[in-house]
Nanobody, 114 residues
Framework: QVQLVESGGGLVQPGGSLRLSCAAS????????MGWYRQAPGNERELVAT???????NYADSVKGRFTISRDNAKNTVYLQMNSLKPADTAVYYC????????WGQGTQVTVSS
């Protein structure tokens, strides 16, 4: 069993930055599929950025060039650096891990508003 604990969400003005963290309760970092999804009210959950099972990175077109996903294997933590934030980025952001089973973090709210 793996638990994912997220942090780093908050309220930021358009053009601002936030850094999300997702810490896993086990030493799961080799190159599993792991990344970030988001869900705005009334919308379906959508992929934001992920490491593939082979260690490559996929970004949603809407965030490419603004968001950067990274990981620290020693800390069992994955990060999402979000720059040039827009109101459309407002959502609950969820960490995801595929490690035999599918695991989800509890979600962290990101609100972009002036």
């Amino acid at each position: 069993q793996v638990q994912l604990v997220e942090s780093g969400g908050g309220l930021v003005q358009p053009g601002g930055s936030l850094r999300l963290s997702c810490a896993a309760s086990a030493s799961i970092f080799s190159f599993p599929r792991m990344g970030w999804y988001r869900q705005a009210p009334g919308n379906e959950r959508e992929l934001v950025a992920t490491f593939t099972a082979g260690g490559n990175i996929n970004y949603a077109d809407s965030v490419k060039g603004r968001f950067t996903i990274s990981r620290d294997n020693a800390k069992n933590t994955v990060y999402l650096q979000m720059n040039s934030l827009k109101p459309a980025d407002t959502a609950v952001y969820y960490c995801y891990l595929r490690w035999g089973n599918d695991y989800w973090g509890q979600g962290t709210q990101v609100t972009v508003s002036s």
